[in-house]
């Protein structure tokens, strides 16, 4: 069964007003575009969760659509603050819910694994664990032990963008492989954006590489650059001098809106978005080929 | 030789890997020192990347620490679940490089929040990885300028695990690493004593012990074996600034 | 740093009489060299840990090396009974200790992972968890809701065999992964039995594939056809006339120590056993080629 | 038309299968259950086996659950770990095959052990998977020959549940599945009343109840709607025969 749709088809149809959603990638092929049509389509009082919630929650922030956030990290990744998200803190005009790396992952594969908690080592700090009611302590039966738990985080929406995936949603990623798999099973719905749809066939050479089977996923979109500016391994670089330029531009309430009006509210999709950067930045941004060296599977 | 406090704190962070550690490296500073060091004393050192990355080799300096070229040529990649089960908290990883707004008498270290968690006075990014690895590291360096304001006494957060308030509340914390075993200055190197208190274990080229104490929160001690580091050499300042950072973003 | 050692000189050097050892591969790349060379080296009271002990195990009770086997399914699969452990147990001469497969495998995440222990849903079946005083019980402190812990499995030894790696141990799997990564990350010490030793290049050519690290890896062998009978994914196929001739020679005492005398003790290394199966054997389980489709990294 | 009991068990069990079903499947009778309704009336099943394969399309007859032609051609493979927990412990397996030495009046079975379990008299394999597919698969189904001995009012050991003591004791027990939906024998079809007590749902073509009785270890209660199944068809054994099973190794 083809699961095809375009973005905002998709976006339509499962992101609703209230939802907690996740759009997964370590700083790895964050699904910017999915975000600029939630954006467009102004869905309302989302909680979003992301480890780090990068420049893609601080554009759904500024353009109102963010109720709660739930993080481990929240900085513009090698540049400094993600100030709008920081500066909705600091005036209490945000709800959010922190944990570490380790717990808020942790939280995703309890919920991917259909587990009540996961357990974690202690690490000695303490202040993170009395802010949060949600990291609790529980006694290992067998030596006596305290761990740390956290409850499963079941996102209503994942959007998770993939290099390549068939019609029916089957997709592989290579490059840093954060927390796609997790996210994916935890959440009851799952968009795919992927910069290739390929035949069943190129999937099926290679089922090792396969992260996410086409059985959890709901609808499966064709966005090439879906991730810019952050990157996706093997077809485009990280545009870092956007990420320095937004540093400059989410400290001006004028600027934000100036910028949201000209790259999302302006532009109808994300191919218009990209053909709008410009061959300078397509250039800037393309990478040489660097291939994996096959395997053999056999013809059993 | 000259050369700028960025460049003495990296080559004096290098210095204290060892040939085989395996590190979990962050953007900025430490990656330099590592990458520094494999190109030294340290050639087998493993680096490792909390965005997965293990065995990295990067042809470029990395911007973040997801940057593409981390992975390009790495050995092994692996999920973030992994890399902070299988790897961190297993006990694989030796050394780990922590920084943060604040650090106290202790080592703990805040890098959350100034002010009151609910009403914060200045966000800070929060924790990332920083709490397991301050946990679980055998060893932790901390790698930062000597300044008066990120030195407290006592931190208004602990994100991640010092010493707490005695070596023996970290023992008793249950955390499996033996905590921040330096702190890299511009000015110095401060060390735990037999109690956990970070005390002043080593002098850079110039600097003096009024420097330390008037640029800290908190009366310092002074180790008994107080030494003086030896300056940056010339090729460790070539390889940093011809090879490793030669647009000068770090250095 | 090299890690290669010939197999008989890791086994030498990391298995020692009374040890706990993981033998790993799911129905897959099950590495039967290594067994044969541990029973060559007349090692003793080995508690040998498996979720499918197969005919591995089977010879290794057969040649008196094992004190105890922990397992979740004890069978010669697709044919029948693992008769000579089997017959160990009913005739009282062997230990055992017992879970389900996800119990075993969670056994393994714990120790693979530093935890204490790994919870698991109940699934209702009450027998196993009073038969076996591992199998406990905590309350989640969310929900209230009792699950099934498990503590860690830490084996002594892994031992690994894979398709390819580097003289570091680097290892790269394709095809079934069972629980090859969770083995090694939980054992104190690790064997690697490898089709082929790779130059580093081509391993980092795919980070992506690789399972195990070096970092956790303490020997690497070069021993192609390590798995036989059972099969390497893309090198060669499963020997199943031999899983059926072993149902018949593990009925007689006599054929059991024929077999080992003329398979085991009889030849020198993995070398000589796969030049005597004969070239009718190596044509039978032959392989033509199905490669992986190439994916692209970039040169960043 | 001529067929025999495994053609007969293979084809009933596969029109329980429904179009879209994920399902965990087992070599011998299940796998080919699994292959003719994929072939027939359910198109898109997706065909998940227990060593980590999802979405396999073997290219000849699988002769152990981890045969290699299994895997190539698969959608996707995963370990251990990830088929158990992200695929049955989640939730997203509808539809599990079992087994057994022993199956019971409320649908329990027995695959580990007769006798006393500290000194078995017949030590059987054990659970494998089929704890945790009885626990956690929406629906399961059972493929076994009609005959007194594996048929005890109560089993020696419950490897894996049916409804345990009735259906109340397995809704307390917390497992996440509905329990078995149908044991599929020679002779007839036994499905679950609202006690959990699996009762005669379905008879074969020639079997009668007297059959049935004779073969159970227990008083076998007959549902009011009993049906009596279609004998299989031309299409479904020539599919079976000359496809699936050319060799005749399972029919």
């Known amino acids: 069964m083809s699961k095809l749709h375009t973005l905002s088809e998709a976006i339509k149809k499962y992101v609703h007003d209230g939802d907690v959603i996740y759009a997964a990638g370590f700083t790895h092929m964050i699904p910017f575009a999915a975000a600029h049509e939630i954006i467009r389509q102004k869905k309302k009082n989302?909680?979003?969760?992301?480890?780090?919630?990068?420049?893609?929650?601080?554009?759904?922030?500024?353009?109102?659509?963010?109720?709660?956030?739930?993080?481990?990290y929240m900085g513009n990744p090698g540049v400094g603050s993600l100030r709008i998200m920081r500066d909705a803190i600091e005036k209490g005009e945000m709800e959010w819910e922190e944990y570490s790396h380790f717990g808020m992952i942790s939280r995703l594969q309890a919920g991917a694994t259909g587990l009540p908690f996961m357990p974690m080592n202690q690490t000695g700090a303490p202040s993170l664990e009395k802010a949060n009611p949600n990291i609790k302590r529980i006694t290992d039966p067998f030596t006596g032990v305290e761990v740390i738990v956290v409850p499963p985080l079941n996102p209503d929406v994942a959007i998770v963008h993939v290099q390549r995936c068939d019609k029916h949603g089957n997709s592989q990623i290579w490059g840093i492989v954060g927390e796609q798999?997790?996210?994916?099973?935890?959440?009851?719905?799952?968009?795919?954006?992927?910069?290739?749809?390929?035949?069943?066939?190129?999937?099926?050479?290679?089922?090792?590489?396969?992260v996410i089977p086409s059985i959890i996923v709901d609808a499966v979109c064709q966005v090439p650059f879906s991730a810019h500016p952050s990157y996706t391994q093997g077809y485009y670089d990280r545009d870092n001098p956007f990420y320095l330029a937004w540093d400059e531009i989410s400290q001006s309430t004028e600027k934000i809106q100036n910028w949201l009006d000209e790259w999302v509210y302006g532009v109808k999709d994300r191919d218009e978005y990209w053909e709008k950067l410009g061959e300078e930045t397509h250039n800037r941004l393309k990478v040489s080929p660097r291939l994996s060296s096959p395997i053999d599977y056999g013809d059993y | 030789m000259n050369y700028n406090n960025a460049e003495l704190m990296t080559v004096n962070a290098a210095r204290l890997l060892r040939d085989g550690d395996v590190v979990f490296v962050g953007v900025g500073l430490p990656n330099l020192a590592c990458n520094l060091a494999r190109r030294t004393h340290a050639p087998n050192l493993v680096m490792i990347y909390e965005a997965g990355v293990i065995g990295a080799r990067p042809s470029r300096l990395p911007l973040s620490i997801g940057d593409p070229c981390l992975v390009s040529g790495a050995t092994a990649v692996c999920s973030m679940y992994d890399i902070f089960s299988f790897y961190l908290?297993?006990?694989?990883?030796?050394?780990?490089?922590?920084?943060?707004?604040?650090?106290?008498?202790?080592?703990?270290?805040?890098?959350?929040?100034?002010?009151?968690y609910n009403q914060p006075k200045t966000r800070?990014?929060?924790?990332?990885?920083?709490?397991?690895?301050?946990?679980?590291?055998?060893?932790?360096?901390?790698?930062?300028?000597?300044?008066?304001?990120?030195?407290?006494?006592?931190v208004d957060?602990?994100?991640?695990?010092?010493?707490?308030?005695?070596?023996?509340?970290?023992?008793?914390?249950?955390?499996?690493?033996?905590?921040p075993q330096g702190v890299v200055t511009h000015l110095g190197i401060l060390e735990p004593d037999e109690n956990g208190e970070m005390v002043l274990a080593a002098l850079h080229p110039g600097a003096n012990i009024d420097m330390i104490q008037q640029n800290t929160g908190w009366e310092v001690k002074v180790s008994v074996n107080l030494r003086e580091t030896q300056p940056p050499s010339a090729e460790e300042l070539r390889i940093l600034r011809e090879d490793l950072d030669p647009t000068g973003i770090y250095i």
């Open chain 1, 46 to 72: 989302l909680t979003v969760a992301r480890a780090t919630p990068d420049l893609i929650y601080d554009m759904l922030t500024a353009a109102g659509c963010v109720k709660k956030v739930i993080f481990s």
């Open chain 1, 181 to 210: 798999k997790e996210a994916a099973f935890a959440s009851k719905h799952v968009i795919i954006t992927a910069e290739e749809i390929v035949e069943e066939d190129i999937i099926r050479s290679d089922p090792n590489r396969t």
């Open chain 2, 89 to 116: 908290q297993r006990g694989n990883v030796d050394v780990g490089f922590l920084g943060g707004a604040q650090i106290d008498r202790f080592g703990n270290i805040n890098a959350t929040v100034i002010g009151d």
């Open chain 2, 124 to 154: 800070l990014p929060g924790s990332g990885g920083s709490m397991e690895i301050a946990g679980w590291a055998n060893r932790c360096y901390i790698i930062t300028p000597h300044q008066k304001r990120r030195f407290p006494e006592k």
């Open chain 2, 157 to 179: 957060f602990i994100t991640s695990a010092g010493f707490l308030s005695h070596r023996k509340e970290r023992e008793a914390s249950g955390a499996r690493g033996k905590g």
